[in-house]
Structures are given as structure tokens and as C-alpha cells.
């Protein structure tokens, strides 16, 4: 005779402390529950909703600028800390979290174009249209987050004067040089009053430049002739050149990939290129728009984009002259989100701080203001509880994110009255050249109109 037992630990059912639930058991097997899709569908739903209800991104602003702020430099040593240089010349350092200056580093005569910071955020470097490169020494991190922090100005270590205005700087991941860019790209080291290399290919301003992080040898520039340049500083010239038909205004590396950049161009959108196959895109990143990005131009002739990425090498974040900020995967081509404010102005720089968890940007009325990655996402600590309620709910999100009413739930945005006006505008524009491309292929010799793919249809030449 068998004799079936039921036999329990009391680990399992006994709580640990007065105060933890109690402990319940269930039978997943699906026949016992019919209605499991359902009841998760709505969980789902009420999930996006919810995310919309708490979404709040916008933390606070930071003023003490007196002009627009044209860039910005993350501090590799200081996770709270972030560097800002404005027009007028003035150039501080703030604490993220008490959203106050801790430092001023005065002595730019003119608008400062670049700032970064060495790898090991000791040393500030920083160039402008007054034709100088300075450097500085940046004051230790525990003096900083002191409440006795010193708010006197910091003097230059270093000047060094050039020829020509400067336009943007970059330093070396883990090593001792750096690069400025304007009528050339040049390499500096440290120690050295003039430059270590000068690299030349055209007559046109270079606006824009960025090290690798994964081979510190190789670094991506773009200049005012629209043309993306790689440099490697083991070799006498430069490696590669691509041509497109706008100018790119910025350049990001991915972290995580190294051999991946995104560019922010002039026609609104972003692009996605592997440095070892430049005759295509990746992907291409469309939703900004910019209706009176020209007249903007001729104050403000290299500040329409910019771009970062985030450390996690998910997604990027970029900034326009259509006062906004938008967060984008790295593999899509749409936004995820977009921030955007009353008083916010033309956007002129934008940061992921060191932790991925907040974006940082500068604008055109002086301000630099902090936003969440995640818009809904709950500050301060989590209980454990918390914690899995949060993770379950994106799960439920993602299982049904394809269906009609949580897609179109988790993709809405409002906008402001004049960038959905701009962006009707835009996509008319946008149908009526697709359809006069169609009609003139309809009405032509079959084969003698070839269409591009929107990867290459920007790209003009590759020169190497």
C-alpha cells in the first residue's frame, strides 16, 4: 500500500521577523488559471499609465551664468561634478547635487568653444576665440564635497597661445595628450608649450573632436566643409575622410563599442557609423526638428547639435536649436523621449552623467538644467519590495508592448505647439519628396533611376 505524505519545511513558511509578510504558495500550472493573459494585459496597461503619472524628468536648474553656455565636461574623478564655459569666458565647476558653483576658473578673453577634463580629473583644459589654450589644476574631490569648499578663482598652470581660434578640445583616454581643433587639428602634450603633431586635410574650419575610448591612438573630427575625418597619431596623415551633404556638428564614440560613433548633423537627424565601413550608416536617428535653424546660424554658426552617450553604451542623448532634449537607443531610430520646458532655450550642449542615471544640459538662457534618464523613475532609496514591483512592471511593459493601446500609450508625447508644428511641417515635406521620387521613377525607363537607401543617401564620397 503507498501512502503519499505531505511534508513541509518549516524554513519555507515560517517568517523571519514579526514584520515580514507571510509567505504564500501558489500553483503556476497554467490550467488553473484561464484568464493569466488578460489579468497581465491590464497590468500592463495600468503599468504605462502610471509610468505617464509620475513621469517628472525635470529636477532643477542651475543658474549663475550670465551668458548663453556653449560646452560642457563631465569630471572622471568627481561623480557629482560637472564643468560648464559660456560665452562671455566665465568657466565653472558645479556640484550636481546641491545644484551650487563650487569653483570659477576666469582668464578666457572671449567665448570658451571646448573643455575637458584628463582621465584622472585632476587637470582642466579649455579653449576659446581668443585664440588660447589653458590649462588648470582642478581641486581634489574631498575638498570639494567639504561643506568648506572654496569658492575663489582658480588660476591657470599653463597658456598657450595659437594663431588661430580655437573651436573644440578632446583629451586622451589614459594618456598625456590632447587635441584642439580650428583651422587645423593640433596635438598637445602636458609638458609642452607647442604642439607634439599638426594634422591638415582641406582649408576649412574643424569644429568638432573626439578620442576613442577603446584605441587612444585614434580620434574622429568634423569640419565645416561637411566632411568627417579619422586621425591616427601613429601615422604622418590622416586615415580617412567621409564627405556628406550637411555639416556635422558634433561626434560621440560609444563606450561599450568602440569602434561605433554617432554624428549630430545639421539636417536634423543623427547617424550611426562604423569606422571600419564609413560608405554606409548604421542607423539613422530621426525625430528633431529645427524650422528656423538657418537665421540661428548666423549668430551662432557650429551650435545646432550635440551629442553623448550614455556610459551604459545603450543610448545617447542630444540637444537642438529646437529647444529640446531627446534620448535615443543606440539602434533606433526614433526617440525614446524628449524634455522639453517653457524657459529652455536653444540647446547647446547636453551630458550623461557618470552614473547614467541624469542628463545635463546647456542652453541659451544661461542656464544649465538637471533631468532624470528614466522620466519616471523613483529617487532615493528602494526597499527590496520596491524594487521587484518596479522590475515586474517593465517586464508586464515589454511582453505587450507591441499591442495598440500600450504602444500607443507609452509613446506619447505632448509637445509644445511649435515643434508639432514644425515636425507637420517637416513630414510634409518629407511625403512630398518621396512621392515626386516615385512619380519620376514610375514615368522613366525602368532602371534608370536607382534609390538610395537613407543610410547612403546623405553621404556624397569616401576619401582615403
Given at each position: 500500500?503507498?501512502v503519499?505524505?505531505?511534508?513541509?519545511?518549516?524554513?519555507?513558511?515560517?517568517?523571519?521577523?514579526?514584520?515580514?509578510l507571510?509567505?504564500?504558495?501558489?500553483?503556476?500550472?497554467?490550467?488553473?488559471?484561464?484568464?493569466?493573459?488578460?489579468?497581465?494585459y491590464?497590468?500592463?496597461?495600468?503599468?504605462?499609465?502610471?509610468?505617464?503619472?509620475?513621469?517628472?524628468?525635470?529636477?532643477?536648474a542651475?543658474d549663475?551664468?550670465?551668458?548663453?553656455?556653449?560646452?560642457?565636461?563631465?569630471?572622471?574623478?568627481?561623480?557629482?561634478?560637472?564643468?560648464?564655459?559660456?560665452?562671455?569666458?566665465?568657466?565653472r565647476?558645479?556640484?550636481?547635487?546641491?545644484?551650487?558653483?563650487?569653483?570659477?576658473?576666469?582668464?578666457?578673453?572671449?567665448?570658451?568653444?571646448?573643455?575637458?577634463?584628463?582621465?584622472?580629473?585632476?587637470?582642466?583644459?579649455?579653449?576659446?576665440?581668443d585664440?588660447?589654450?589653458?590649462?588648470?589644476?582642478?581641486?581634489?574631490?574631498?575638498?570639494?564635497?567639504?561643506?568648506h569648499?572654496?569658492?575663489?578663482?582658480?588660476?591657470?598652470?599653463?597658456?598657450?597661445?595659437?594663431?588661430?581660434?580655437?573651436?573644440?578640445?578632446?583629451?586622451q583616454?589614459?594618456?598625456?595628450?590632447?587635441?584642439?581643433?580650428?583651422?587645423?587639428?593640433?596635438?598637445?602634450?602636458?609638458?609642452?608649450?607647442?604642439?607634439?603633431?599638426?594634422?591638415?586635410?582641406?582649408?576649412?574650419?574643424?569644429?568638432?573632436?573626439?578620442?576613442?575610448?577603446?584605441?587612444?591612438?585614434?580620434?574622429?573630427?568634423?569640419?565645416s566643409?561637411r566632411?568627417i575625418?579619422?586621425?591616427?597619431?601613429?601615422?604622418?596623415?590622416?586615415?580617412?575622410?567621409?564627405?556628406?551633404?550637411?555639416?556635422?556638428?558634433?561626434?560621440?564614440?560609444?563606450?561599450?563599442?568602440?569602434?561605433?560613433?554617432?554624428?549630430?548633423?545639421?539636417?536634423?537627424?543623427?547617424?550611426?557609423?562604423?569606422?571600419?565601413?564609413?560608405?554606409?550608416?548604421?542607423?539613422?536617428?530621426?525625430?528633431?526638428?529645427?524650422?528656423?535653424?538657418?537665421?540661428?546660424?548666423?549668430?551662432?554658426?557650429?551650435?545646432?547639435?550635440?551629442?553623448?552617450?550614455?556610459?551604459?553604451?545603450?543610448?545617447?542623448?542630444?540637444?537642438?536649436?529646437?529647444?529640446?532634449?531627446?534620448?535615443?537607443?543606440?539602434?533606433?531610430?526614433?526617440?525614446?523621449?524628449?524634455?522639453?520646458?517653457?524657459?529652455?532655450?536653444?540647446?547647446?550642449?547636453?551630458?550623461f552623467?557618470?552614473?547614467?542615471?541624469?542628463?545635463?544640459?546647456?542652453?541659451?538662457?544661461?542656464?544649465?538644467?538637471?533631468?532624470?534618464?528614466?522620466?519616471?523613475?523613483?529617487?532615493?532609496?528602494?526597499?527590496?519590495?520596491?524594487?521587484?514591483?518596479?522590475?515586474?512592471?517593465?517586464?508586464?511593459?515589454?511582453?505587450?508592448?507591441?499591442?495598440?493601446?500600450?504602444?500607443?500609450i507609452?509613446?506619447?508625447?505632448?509637445?509644445?505647439?511649435?515643434?508639432?508644428?514644425?515636425?507637420?511641417?517637416?513630414?510634409?515635406?518629407?511625403?512630398?519628396?518621396?512621392?515626386?521620387?516615385?512619380r519620376?521613377?514610375?514615368?522613366?525607363?525602368?532602371?534608370?533611376?536607382?534609390?538610395?537607401?537613407?543610410?547612403?543617401?546623405?553621404?556624397?564620397r569616401?576619401?582615403?
Amino acid at each position: 500500500m503507498k501512502v503519499k505524505v505531505i511534508s513541509r519545511s518549516t524554513d519555507e513558511f515560517t517568517r523571519e521577523r514579526s514584520q515580514d509578510l507571510q509567505r504564500v504558495f501558489r500553483n503556476f500550472d497554467p490550467k488553473l488559471r484561464p484568464q493569466e493573459k488578460a489579468v497581465e494585459y491590464v497590468r500592463a496597461l495600468n503599468a504605462a499609465k502610471l509610468e505617464k503619472i509620475f513621469a517628472r524628468p525635470f529636477i532643477g536648474a542651475m543658474d549663475g551664468h550670465i551668458d548663453a553656455i556653449s560646452c560642457m565636461a563631465k569630471n572622471p574623478n568627481f561623480l557629482k561634478g560637472i564643468f560648464s564655459g559660456s560665452m562671455d569666458g566665465d568657466i565653472r565647476l558645479w556640484d550636481i547635487a546641491s545644484r551650487k558653483t563650487v569653483c570659477q576658473f576666469p582668464g578666457h578673453q572671449g567665448a570658451v568653444r571646448g573643455l575637458t577634463a584628463s582621465t584622472d580629473g585632476s587637470t582642466l583644459i579649455s579653449c576659446g576665440t581668443d585664440c588660447t589654450v589653458r590649462i588648470w589644476s582642478v581641486p581634489v574631490a574631498a575638498t570639494l564635497e567639504s561643506d568648506h569648499a572654496s569658492n575663489k578663482p582658480i588660476e591657470a598652470n599653463a597658456v598657450y597661445v595659437g594663431k588661430n581660434a580655437y573651436w573644440a578640445v578632446d583629451h586622451q583616454w589614459g594618456g598625456d595628450l590632447f587635441a584642439t581643433t580650428g583651422a587645423r587639428v593640433e596635438i598637445w602634450n602636458h609638458n609642452r608649450s607647442q604642439p607634439v603633431n599638426t594634422f591638415e586635410w582641406g582649408t576649412d574650419t574643424v569644429i568638432s573632436v573626439r578620442f576613442n575610448p577603446g584605441e587612444p591612438n585614434l580620434l574622429a573630427t568634423s569640419a565645416s566643409d561637411r566632411s568627417i575625418a579619422l586621425y591616427d597619431l601613429r601615422m604622418s596623415t590622416p586615415a580617412r575622410k567621409l564627405i556628406m551633404q550637411t555639416r556635422t556638428n558634433s561626434i560621440a564614440w560609444n563606450p561599450m563599442e568602440p569602434l561605433n560613433f554617432t554624428t549630430a548633423n545639421e539636417d536634423c537627424s543623427c547617424y550611426s557609423y562604423d569606422a571600419r565601413k564609413l560608405d554606409e550608416a548604421k542607423c539613422v536617428h530621426k525625430d528633431h526638428v529645427s524650422a528656423v535653424q538657418e537665421i540661428y546660424n548666423l549668430v551662432y554658426p557650429y551650435f545646432s547639435m550635440d551629442i553623448d552617450y550614455s556610459p551604459t553604451g545603450r543610448e545617447f542623448v542630444t540637444g537642438s536649436y529646437d529647444r529640446t532634449v531627446r534620448i535615443f537607443p543606440y539602434n533606433g531610430g526614433h526617440s525614446r523621449e524628449i524634455y522639453h520646458t517653457k524657459r529652455m532655450q536653444r540647446v547647446f550642449c547636453v551630458k550623461f552623467s557618470s552614473d547614467a542615471s541624469y542628463i545635463i544640459s546647456g542652453s541659451d538662457d544661461t542656464n544649465l538644467r538637471l533631468w532624470k534618464a528614466k522620466a519616471s523613475e523613483q529617487m532615493g532609496v528602494l526597499l527590496p519590495r520596491e524594487q521587484k514591483k518596479h522590475e515586474y512592471q517593465e517586464a508586464v511593459k515589454n511582453r505587450y508592448k507591441h499591442l495598440p493601446e500600450v504602444k500607443r500609450i507609452v509613446r506619447h508625447r505632448h509637445l509644445p505647439r511649435p515643434i508639432y508644428k514644425a515636425k507637420e511641417l517637416r513630414r510634409m515635406v518629407i511625403d512630398a519628396e518621396k512621392k515626386k521620387e516615385e512619380r519620376r521613377k514610375a514615368h522613366s525607363t525602368p532602371g534608370s533611376i536607382v534609390t538610395e537607401s537613407v543610410r547612403k543617401r546623405r553621404i556624397i564620397r569616401e576619401v582615403e
